[in-house]
Antibody, heavy 122, light 111 residues
Framework: QITLKESGPTLVKPTQTLTLTCTFS??????????VGWIRQPPGKALEWLAL???????YYSPSLKTRLTIDKDTSENQVVLKMTNMDPVDTATYYC??????????????WGQGTLVTVSS | QSVLSQPPSVSGAPGQTVTISCTGS?????????VHWYQQLPGTAPKLLIY???NRPSGVPDRFSGSNSGTSTSLAVTGLQAEDEATYYC???????????FGGGTKLIVL
């Protein structure tokens, strides 16, 4: 059974850097084809893809947020870390990590973590 | 504004059939990129409902089905049940933006 769980601060100040960790079990990021993605959802709004990383360390970012995002993996610890710089109140959202079972451009995400709400406020 | 367009809401009575549309363009659905659907129950994380246009993961009832046509795709829910009340999102890939993209979401209301 694959499970993922997000962790990190629930409150960050504007201009700070957000660091989120996705800790997973039930799969290995050393398995060919497998990846982990990050998606966020502002309160009451739609889902927005942020970044993803594959077993071979290939990384992809949302073009609109690319300059602010960094994704990395620690295969031995079964973790993926997402960093987002220069946080703003509009970045207030629930942040999800999700398993990618099969590498392709139009990949799907399954399953998802429970999500973690991050509020940006001074 | 989402690259994939969905109606904000649809509704139906128990037992009825509803369809949710997801309209894209020639740079995503029209280019042949697969579409996936997620169900998000209130206060919970999204759950994969349909992958690769019309495939159901194990455990998803066959009341849910997906279909494609040109630059749009649809999710059909037959035999509507109260537990189907949720928000549904479509997702694909857009070659112009080189981005995984989601629709704006459709709230399914069971009357």
């Amino acid at each position: 059974q694959i499970t993922l769980k997000e962790s990190g601060p629930t409150l960050v100040k504007p201009t700070q850097t957000l660091t989120l960790t996705c800790t997973f079990s039930g799969f290995s990021l050393s398995t060919i084809g497998v990846g982990v993605g990050w998606i966020r959802q502002p309160p009451g709004k739609a889902l927005e893809w942020l970044a993803l990383i594959f077993w071979n360390d290939d990384k992809y970012y949302s073009p609109s947020l690319k300059t602010r995002l960094t994704i990395d993996k620690d295969t031995s610890e079964n973790q993926v870390v997402l960093k987002m710089t220069n946080m703003d109140p509009v970045d207030t959202a629930t942040y999800y990590c999700a398993h990618i079972p099969h590498r392709k451009l139009a990949n799907w995400f399954d399953p998802w973590g429970q999500g973690t709400l991050v509020t940006v406020s001074s | 504004q989402s690259v994939l367009s969905q109606p904000p809401s649809v509704s139906g009575a128990p037992g009825q059939t509803v369809t949710i549309s997801c309209t894209g363009s020639s740079s995503n659905i029209g280019a042949g990129y697969d579409v996936h659907w997620y169900q998000q129950l209130p206060g919970t994380a999204p759950k994969l409902l349909i992958y690769n246009n019309n495939n159901r993961p194990s455990g998803v009832p066959d009341r849910f089905s997906g279909s494609n046509s040109g630059t749009s795709t649809s999710l059909a829910v037959t035999g509507l049940q109260a537990e189907d009340e949720a928000t549904y999102y479509c997702q694909s890939y857009d070659i112009l933006s080189a981005s995984r993209i989601f629709g704006g979401g459709t709230k399914l209301i069971v009357l």
